[in-house]
């Protein structure tokens, strides 16, 4: 029994490590800024949030450099203040008091820039606070940004 738990740990410790999202493409990382923008503007929001994970995502590559990007994903508050600039995990750590902030982001990038038509659609509520109906009109909106500009509908495409 002795032997079994060290291998368990190591185990543990693999599959961890394994669920962390690898590093974001350029064009999603743009999308999180976006995200992140949007919410520090708000007088309403009172914390600093970081990336913490990706829920889901997918692209459609037009050709020529333009790409349609949909992500879901979440965002932790932090124990800096708002509008921090050096928020790197040692200075902002996660705050464990707060829920997280569920985001949804879909827009046109041409080279990893993101294009300002079709306007970039972001949407971000706490966690808690998500409803089905908000889910399926997220949903929806991305679909109609993509169908409009004549390419593939965007969540019909999956993306690892």
Do not use: W
């Not at 738990?5 to 490590?17: E, G, K, Q, R, S």
């Not at 800096?80 to 829920?99: E, I, V, Y």
């Amino acid at each position: 029994m002795a032997a079994g738990l060290p291998l368990l740990l190591i185990c543990a410790l693999l599959c961890v490590a394994g669920a962390q999202d690898p590093e974001l493409s350029v064009g999603y990382t743009r999308g999180v800024d976006l995200a992140l923008e949007q919410l520090s503007s708000h007088t309403t929001v009172h914390h600093h949030f970081r990336f913490l994970r990706t829920v889901d995502k997918a692209e459609i590559d037009s050709g020529f450099g333009v790409k349609y990007l949909y992500h879901h994903f979440y965002l932790k508050p932090t124990r800096c203040a708002k509008g921090t600039t050096d928020a790197t995990p040692q200075r902002c750590p996660f705050r464990n008091d707060r829920p997280l902030m569920d985001c949804a982001v879909c827009y046109k990038t041409s080279m990893d820039q993101i294009e300002q038509e079709p306007k970039p659609y972001v949407h971000c509520i706490q966690k808690p606070r998500l409803t089905e109906l908000m889910t399926t009109t997220r949903t929806e909106h991305c679909k109609k940004m993509v169908y409009n500009s004549g390419a593939p509908t965007l969540l019909s495409v999956s993306s690892g």
